[in-house]
């Protein structure tokens, strides 16, 4: 039976404590204990099924990795406050000092600050490499190379990493390959590919309601447990834990998680095709002329579409900011960073998301000033949505008539 993401959480049945059709949230810091015997064993890791704290776990955050590892085919995962709150316990339990990371250029800006600026603290080093050329990723490998890292569709330029290539090499160089997976949730599988690990932040698409900071680390049950050590975990240690409430949260909004996909993705699709043939220099991976669309469309499960997420380029910072601005004052969607919310939200991400990359190395990458990233929303009537989008552009001498 070919593996549907969307029917593995909807699989998944919990009982409220008093038979609800919602998992009871266990809104406490700590837990009792009817023997001190048990007590001990709990924090030793051998008594399943018994809490102790909840930076350690809870009933809430539990229930909420079951549901996002049966989502990305992991055996297990681990819920935390924030998407770099799984990030960076993932890349400081996989490397030490003296390690080197290989990483594609173009992620998160959060992400390649903690990896340029903070990690060479603790003599961690990373080559930033376009992560489309193999040739040039396999070239960066070292003798100290621990982690391969990349986003499925890359922030804000959305290049697609070739998840199954990469996977090879990963494994051929006895590294891991940590894949972001937050501008796919259910299109993409990374770990049916190959992938070692698969980060989410919860924030974007997933919680989708733009109410709460999350984030998820799915992978095997033995590299989850080895972050919750109570000894050298780096999760366990750094405490990046969920509350119990928001996880409760994310829980319910997950599942209607396959309805919005397809909605923003045909929203996307619909838009990008619309405003590539108006002549606007249009990238997104459903376009035929985005260079890896053959790729990721080979890659994606068709029902979820080719995500929510475009960009385009109105030629320079001022009439970026102009366009937002008259948008967001037309009702079309708000001037704000994150995405997956309901409403369309755009920004310029060379001052924003990925202001902490340096302006020469924004450039080399391809990052210009008039860029506009897109996190298109679930407009019921998308070609209004469209033509509204355009009277925009047409009043700013963006577009002619």
Known sequence: MKFNPADKIQDLQYFGEFGGVNPSISDSST???LSAKTMFDTFEGNAEGCYLYSRHSSPSNL?????????????????AASGMGAITPVLLQLCQ????????????????????????RLDIK????????????EA????????????????????????????????????????????????????????DVVIHSLTKFINGSSDTVGGVVCGTQEFIDSLRNVNDGASMLLGPTMDSLRAASVLKNLRTLHIRMKQHSHNALYLAERFEKDGLK????????????????????????????LTIDVGS??????????????NLGYLAVSL????????????????????????????????????????????????????????LGILTQ
């Open 126 to 137: 990373t080559s930033f490499v376009d992560i489309t050329k193999l040739d040039v990723v």
């Open 317 to 330: 910072l001022d009439k970026a900011n102009e366009l937002m601005e008259l948008m967001q004052n037309r």
């Open 63 to 79: 229930y909420l990795g079951q549901a996002l590892a049966a989502m990305e085919g992991t055996e297990t995962a681990n819920v």
């Open 140 to 195: 960066a490998i070292t003798p100290q190379t621990k982690v391969l890292y990349c986003e499925t569709v890359s922030n804000p330029l959305l290049e697609v990493a070739d998840i199954e290539s990469l996977a090879k090499i990963a494994k051929k160089h006895n590294i891991k390959l940590v894949v972001d997976n937050t501008f796919s949730p259910l299109s993409v599988a990374p770990v049916k590919m190959g992938a």
């Open 97 to 120: 000092s003296g390690d080197h990371i290989v990483s594609s250029r173009t992620i998160y800006g959060g992400t390649y600050a903690f990896m340029k600026n903070f990690l060479p």
């Open 31 to 33: 837990y009792t204990f």
């Open 340 to 395: 997956g919310f309901y409403k369309t939200l755009f920004s310029a991400p060379g001052t924003s998301t990925s202001s902490e990359i340096p302006l020469e190395e924004q450039k080399e990458m391809g990052l210009t000033d008039g860029l506009i990233r897109f996190s298109i929303g679930l407009d019921n009537d998308i070609e209004r949505t469209y033509n509204m989008m355009k009277d925009c552009m047409v009043e």
């Open 282 to 309: 249009t990238v997104y991976p459903g376009l035929q002329s985005h260079p890896s669309h053959e790729l990721y469309k080979n890659m994606i499960n068709k029902e979820y579409g080719f995500g929510g997420m």
